[in-house]
């Protein structure tokens, strides 16, 4: 069965480094999505990008955070000036490729450490 | 602040049973929801979805959507030790997703 891949699976960064994580999505998957999770804390949802832009993004998603689709498979989340509170598991996600509220396919995850 | 609420559990079950997981949610504009579950230390793995109102079956599981008292549920019958993990509802409008923080669920052997 078709997987999101993540990587790196663990990448720790010194605080006011930035860090790149990557994704490549589902291949015939034409939504793309970045969520966070804070150990013990809920999934909370950062960006949705469509056909290369982003189509929605919550108030966690500030001028920090950037992300890319730099060729046809890739999907970056691009944090920059990282502060100790961006420690997490961040999520990819791809869902479709039909329009639409399609349900959404987890990678396994990016552990980010600011130190 | 549109918001998704779980109970965060324990709910314990016995092995054999069938467990209900609730969720409630603000956005009236909500138009589908997804019950994904989730290991400790894991990814959220899709479960179900549902976006019309009424029940949804798959296998031993079903969901249930109420949009006129915003409510949807999880219902696992035959409960297994492996269906131990977080629950997590999340409502979708557009392209944004919210989640809810998740039921914990417990399969007593």
């Known amino acids: 069965e078709p997987e999101v891949t993540q990587t790196p699976s663990h990448q720790v960064t010194q605080m006011g480094q930035e860090v790149i994580l990557r994704c490549v999505p589902i291949s015939n998957h034409l939504y793309f999505y970045w969520y966070r999770q804070i150990l013990g804390q809920k999934v909370e949802f950062l960006v949705s990008?469509?056909?290369?832009?982003?189509?929605?993004k919550s108030e966690i998603f500030d001028d920090q955070f950037s992300v890319e689709r730099p060729d046809g498979s890739n999907f970056t989340l691009k944090i920059r000036s990282t502060k100790l509170e961006d420690s997490a598991m961040y999520f990819c996600?791809?869902?479709?490729?039909?329009?639409?509220?399609?349900?959404?396919?987890f990678g396994d995850g990016t552990r980010l450490s600011i130190l | 602040q549109k918001e998704v609420e779980q109970n965060s559990g324990p709910l314990s079950v016995p092995e054999g049973a069938i467990a209900s997981l609730n969720c409630t949610y603000s956005?009236?504009?909500?138009?589908?929801f997804f019950w994904y579950r989730q290991y400790s230390g894991k990814s959220p793995e899709l479960i179900m979805f549902?976006?019309?109102?009424g029940d949804k079956e798959d296998g031993r599981f079903t969901a249930q959507l109420n949009k006129a008292s915003q409510y949807v549920s999880l219902l696992i019958r035959d409960s297994q030790p492996s269906d131990s993990a977080t629950y997590l509802c999340?409502?979708?409008?557009?392209?944004?997703?919210?989640f809810g923080k998740g039921t914990r669920l417990h399969i007593l052997p």
């Open positions: 956005d009236r504009g909500s138009q589908s």
């Open positions: 996600a791809s869902s479709g490729p039909r329009q639409g509220n399609q349900p959404q396919h």
């Open positions: 549902i976006y019309s109102n």
């Open positions: 999340a409502g979708v409008r557009n392209d944004k997703i919210i």
């Open positions: 990008f469509y056909n290369n832009e982003i189509s929605e």
